[in-house]
């Protein structure tokens, strides 16, 4: 079968059908059985920091490793009818994808700051991003929105599409389960900081290349966005670096240069603050209309996502028909 072209169909139809409500989600089964290894092996009041480690370490494998081996056994099974073994394949593809939810969390919260007023649109932002918003003001809901659109382009888009295109179905759940890991426990706070310490590297090699993929994507689609790519690569090439992830900075630093405006800056998490580097330059204050351009530049980059994976698709059946 061909894995890119595969890969395209599960992206373009969840641009078109997004995850329903009534159907089981598989990252919801994912955080279910990381709450559950947790529980089992950390026990912070004995483990030393070491032994932490080693019992992060294993739960890290033991996910990747079983979510992988799932569907790689759903399709073995069915294998013996190709339309049903690729009908598969893309359905479980599309779960790991969230091209629409990511895109209609950003519309939900500009038309909440438009409509509906600073509260609503503190709680719609609140549903996507971790840190306390009841407080926030309108500029720092716009931040907010602008910095969670474009850190996920890389974990909602463009990162398991390329392993669904490399791997399928086994390889792309093994990313959406080391990247729910690294969600749910690879904080560097007391209780994760050593427990954590390996789903949180894993997930940062798993995003390495995507992330720097995502930086070329984002190029071309600032371009077709109408913003200034020009201005969004040079604040990524100066100010990726500065980010704590070494590939959450990318897509963020291109997002300000090419907005025009300045991210990062003072967050609160469960009471808690914490600063995070300044990226880019306020030539502007943030206005409500940069969630709506920010939407306009996932869309832009999930397209050319879209487009090369159906190139890649394509070099595949040449290469295979050429072959024999």
């Given at each position: 079968m061909n894995a890119p072209w595969l890969a395209a169909l599960a992206l373009a139809w969840d641009r078109c059908a997004g995850d329903p409500a009534w159907l089981p989600h598989p990252v919801v089964a994912m955080g279910r059985w990381i709450a559950a290894g947790e529980r089992v092996l950390l026990?912070?009041?004995?483990?030393?920091?070491?032994?932490?480690?080693?019992?992060?370490?294993?739960?890290?494998?033991?996910?990747?490793?079983?979510?992988?081996a799932l569907p790689y056994a759903g399709l073995l099974a069915v294998k013996r009818w190709p339309w049903l073994t690729a009908a598969l394949e893309v359905a479980m593809v599309w779960t790991t994808v969230a091209w629409k939810g990511l895109v209609s969390a950003g519309r939900a919260v500009s038309t909440a700051l438009q409509q509906e007023g600073l509260a609503a649109a503190r709680a719609q932002v609140g549903r996507v991003v971790g840190r306390d918003t009841e407080h926030l003001a309108e500029s720092e809901v716009v931040r907010a929105a602008v910095e969670t659109l474009a850190e996920n382009i890389v974990d909602a888009i463009v990162a398991p599409l390329f392993?669904?295109?490399?791997?399928?179905?086994?390889?792309?759940w093994l990313y959406r389960a080391v990247n729910t890991l690294d969600s749910m426990v690879g904080y560097k706070n007391e209780r994760y900081r050593d427990f954590g310490w390996a789903s949180a590297r894993l997930d940062d090699v798993l995003n390495y290349l995507p992330a720097r993929m995502t930086a070329l994507l984002l190029l071309l689609a600032a371009r077709c966005a109408g913003l200034d790519a020009r201005n969004g690569w040079r604040v990524l090439c100066r100010d990726a670096r500065k980010h704590p992830s070494p590939n959450s900075g990318l897509p963020e630093a291109f997002a300000a240069g090419a907005l025009g405006v300045q991210l990062g800056g003072w967050n609160r998490y469960r009471g808690v603050w914490s600063?995070?580097?300044?990226?880019?330059?306020?030539?502007?204050?943030?206005?409500?209309?940069?969630?709506?351009?920010?939407v306009r530049l996932v869309e832009w980059t999930a397209g050319w996502a879209l487009g090369f994976a159906l190139a890649a698709g394509g070099g595949m059946a040449v290469w295979r028909w050429c072959a024999g």
């Amino acid at each position: 079968m061909n894995a890119p072209w595969l890969a395209a169909l599960a992206l373009a139809w969840d641009r078109c059908a997004g995850d329903p409500a009534w159907l089981p989600h598989p990252v919801v089964a994912m955080g279910r059985w990381i709450a559950a290894g947790e529980r089992v092996l950390l026990r912070p009041q004995w483990q030393p920091p070491w032994l932490q480690r080693v019992a992060g370490g294993l739960l890290a494998v033991l996910t990747a490793l079983f979510w992988a081996a799932l569907p790689y056994a759903g399709l073995l099974a069915v294998k013996r009818w190709p339309w049903l073994t690729a009908a598969l394949e893309v359905a479980m593809v599309w779960t790991t994808v969230a091209w629409k939810g990511l895109v209609s969390a950003g519309r939900a919260v500009s038309t909440a700051l438009q409509q509906e007023g600073l509260a609503a649109a503190r709680a719609q932002v609140g549903r996507v991003v971790g840190r306390d918003t009841e407080h926030l003001a309108e500029s720092e809901v716009v931040r907010a929105a602008v910095e969670t659109l474009a850190e996920n382009i890389v974990d909602a888009i463009v990162a398991p599409l390329f392993y669904a295109c490399l791997g399928g179905a086994p390889l792309a759940w093994l990313y959406r389960a080391v990247n729910t890991l690294d969600s749910m426990v690879g904080y560097k706070n007391e209780r994760y900081r050593d427990f954590g310490w390996a789903s949180a590297r894993l997930d940062d090699v798993l995003n390495y290349l995507p992330a720097r993929m995502t930086a070329l994507l984002l190029l071309l689609a600032a371009r077709c966005a109408g913003l200034d790519a020009r201005n969004g690569w040079r604040v990524l090439c100066r100010d990726a670096r500065k980010h704590p992830s070494p590939n959450s900075g990318l897509p963020e630093a291109f997002a300000a240069g090419a907005l025009g405006v300045q991210l990062g800056g003072w967050n609160r998490y469960r009471g808690v603050w914490s600063h995070r580097a300044e990226m880019g330059e306020a030539r502007r204050p943030l206005a409500v209309s940069d969630v709506a351009r920010t939407v306009r530049l996932v869309e832009w980059t999930a397209g050319w996502a879209l487009g090369f994976a159906l190139a890649a698709g394509g070099g595949m059946a040449v290469w295979r028909w050429c072959a024999g």
